[in-house]
């Protein structure tokens, strides 16, 4: 049975950085195609940032050059650097993987899911 546990979310005024992870057991995390979702309220879920086995990363427009996703085999953790945060950064993020070794920044992409570390960014 996957399992993806969240960690590190918080507030935090705009202009900072918070650090989320994401703990993954049940899951051949080597072979693997993961990201990072966020919902504000009223909003869809929107991919945020991917990474696959062999390290390639996606990310969306507008978190570019701002958040960086990265992973530990050895930990069987994901990782999501955000830095210079915004305002509209908040929400509630969530730590997603695919059952396969390919996914995309759309939400069916993936199988599983965590259940969330809220962000909230005051200005």
């Known amino acids: 049975q996957v399992q993806l546990v969240e960690s590190g979310g918080g507030s935090v005024q705009a202009g900072g950085s918070l650090r989320l992870s994401c703990a993954a057991s049940g899951y051949t995390f080597s072979n693997r195609c993961m990201g990072w979702f966020r919902q504000a309220p009223g909003n869809r879920r929107e991919g945020v940032a991917l990474?696959?086995?062999?390290?390639?990363?996606t990310y969306a427009d507008p978190v570019k050059a701002r958040f960086t996703i990265s992973a530990d085999n050895a930990k069987d953790t994901l990782y999501l650097q955000m830095n210079r945060l915004k305002p509209e950064d908040t929400a509630m993020y969530y730590c997603a993987a695919s059952a396969n070794n390919w996914c995309s920044l759309n939400q069916y992409s993936m199988d599983y899911w965590g259940t969330g570390t809220l962000v909230t960014i005051s200005s």
């Open positions: 990474i696959d086995s062999i390290g390639t990363t």
